[in-house]
């Protein structure tokens, strides 16, 4: 597995590992309807501006064939907490999860940050996605939750946070330790 920063190139690729991961992912979570109806043609698009804007940090996971299968994305805080920087995006494909690949993205991501001068960060999860132990296990802590509407649902969104992001690059090294 390689991780690198995202180029434009990289948009449809992103575009389909978000819709398919979002498919795999929250099949349960979120109406069936609603997942079905998710275009790539709409988020490539999305991707595109945002890769051309470089405001944000983004890198993808790429397998063993230069397939992408994973990616993050993030910068400046959009909401009201006292944190410098944010996670946007953070999706995987299925067949990729669990195996530590999660993990080392975010890892990169912080050191990405680190050199920005960043030192926090908050990332929103909806609640009952059961991805949110991975950043509980890397010591973010709950700081607040809010109703979010999905399609015609209203779910619930958790907002974990790190006041100090270099918590992660230490917690994932001994996540790592433990799995060599």
């Given amino acids: 597995?390689?991780?690198?920063?995202?180029?434009?190139?990289d948009a449809a690729e992103i575009a389909k590992v978000h819709v398919k991961s979002w498919q795999q992912s929250y099949r349960g979570l979120i109406e069936d309807d609603y997942l079905s109806q998710m275009s790539v043609t709409e988020r490539e698009q999305r991707w595109s501006e945002w890769l051309d804007?470089?405001?944000h940090i983004v890198l993808v996971l790429e397998d063993e064939n230069q397939q992408l299968c994973g990616f993050i994305s993030g910068g400046s805080i959009r909401?009201?907490?006292?944190?410098e920087s944010e996670v946007y995006a953070f999706y995987l494909l299925k067949e990729v999860q669990q195996k530590g690949h999660g993990t080392k993205l975010l890892k990169m991501f912080s050191e990405k940050l680190i050199t920005l001068g960043k030192k926090s960060m908050i990332v929103w999860v909806?609640?009952?996605n059961p991805s949110k132990q991975a950043y509980i296990s890397l010591?973010?802590?709950k700081i607040d939750e809010e109703q979010v509407m999905i399609g015609k649902q209203q779910?619930?969104?958790e907002c974990f946070a790190w006041d100090d992001i270099a918590l992660i690059l230490t917690t994932a090294k001994n996540h790592t330790d433990l799995n060599t």
């Avoid at 597995?1 to 190139?9: E, F, G, L, S, V």
């Fill in 53 to 55: 804007q470089k405001s």
């Fill in 139 to 141: 010591g973010g802590k």
């Fill in 79 to 83: 909401s009201q907490h006292q944190y």
């Fill in 1 to 9: 597995m390689n991780i690198r920063r995202a180029q434009i190139t």
């Fill in 155 to 157: 779910l619930l969104e």
């Fill in 126 to 128: 909806l609640k009952d």
